[in-house]
């Protein structure tokens, strides 16, 4: 069914509710943004806001931020970076409230998606009202992130992978082609919206897919290879270490409190751990990734997704998985990467129940949601007393960090359980016997 069709005064009216709580929430977000509220660090909300405001006059000039420890994104992210820049020329507004204005707008986005996503259940199941459990998740986990989401363009990538996972058009055949050209656009901006490849379908649609994610990314891209320093990205990602914030950097941040000689320090933008053997682990990191993503190949290799088989529940679980994997082996754990999260929180909760093709993964969205909302604690409170070698705060991100890998190894049993094993034991009736069965029995 198309929006227009879904439209109806009804479906706006219950819709009323979680629109208001949106737009309570982003306007005191926002006063804190604008630093009418105090805050407990306004400069954790424009630290980076500052880079993007320099790297985009750099942009201007036709050149990628050569020698800049800092620029570590792939060189699409300069079309998001760039992008208030050409709006204020028009409008006159400074960088900063432009780039508000489109991180708001990229939020507003995603939650007009994720209430359309739950007018969609509402008719695949026949339900009388809508259940706005999903749009409501979302509201309250950006809530929880805190102000500083829009001083990240973090937030845009995940509206550009929503579209990719969401919008649904006339005909199956665009459907897939726009899904397809947003994952791919979004992969050339921050990499990871690659992962909701995993759950595309077997068959003519997941193949339109793929081509178009191709064309949406591989297009952009052979423009921007043109501008000088376009692939300096590389070299300074290759040098990273562990960032203390990291899942592989929390052992390290305990045994200093045990004699293990470790230095923090401020490297490629972030603060890292540097000691004995962290550099083997922080490559050890990309081994893990990759082990994970070959897991997921294996998992997608075992499952039925066939387009008889395949619903939009297996989309997003597993790409729900495979941004989990990737954040938990990654060597850098920044709190804007939960905004990925907190997009497929959302759409997993707003899908219809297990019964009719939704979900698997309540549970460890629930799980999710709870350790967003402790995030905040985190980053920006107790991120001074980190740097600084807490004991209180190391722990604190030990919690934090236990309860990641605990949603994601929770996620990835119960991905298999249902799409693998469940499978397995049901065996298939062959087509032969189908026929056989539909024959009616001969009279006496």
Known sequence: MTLRAMLTFPRLRSAALPAAVWAWTRGVLLLYVYNVLPYISH?????????????????????????????????????????????????????????????????????????????????????EKADYTGAYAYVAAIFMLGPFIFGRYDI????????????????????????????????????????LLLGLPRGRD???????TVLGGGVPMLLLLIMPGSLSFLQQQGGRGLEIES???????????FGYHAVIRNRYGSWEIIGPGISAIAAFCELLTLLGFCWLLWWRRRAKLTPGRWTEGVYYD??????????????????QYLVWVCGLIALCLAIAPLKHGGTVLAGPCWLLLGTISVTQLEFPLLFPALVHGSTKAALFVTCRNGLLVGATIWAAFLLWKRYVVVERRVP???????EADREPEPCV
């Open 247 to 257: 899942v592989l950097a929390t052992p390290f941040l305990l045994a200093r409190h």
């Open 43 to 127: 400069g954790d909300i424009t630290g980076d806001l500052k880079l993007y405001n320099r790297w985009s006059t750099i942009f201007s000039t036709g050149h990628f931020p050569q020698g800049d420890r800092s620029w570590q994104y792939p060189p699409g992210a300069a079309l998001v970076i760039e992008f208030p820049r050409l709006v204020r020329s028009v409008t006159g507004l400074s960088y900063y409230s432009t780039f508000y204005a489109m991180a708001l707008a990229s939020d507003l986005i995603i939650f007009l998606l994720v209430v359309y996503r739950c007018w969609r259940t509402q008719t695949e199941t026949g339900g």
């Open 156 to 195: 845009t990538v995940t509206m550009i992978a929503s579209v990719g996972l969401v919008v649904t058009l006339r005909t199956a055949a665009s459907t897939w082609r726009l899904r397809g050209a947003a994952i791919g656009l979004g992969t050339i901006v921050k990499l990871w919206p690659m992962a």
């Open 428 to 434: 298939e009736i062959p087509e032969a016997e189908e």
């Open 318 to 335: 597993a790409a729900l998985v495979a941004v989990m994997i990737s954040i938990i082996t990654s060597r850098v754990l920044s709190p």
């Open 206 to 212: 997941g193949r339109r897919a793929v081509v178009w």
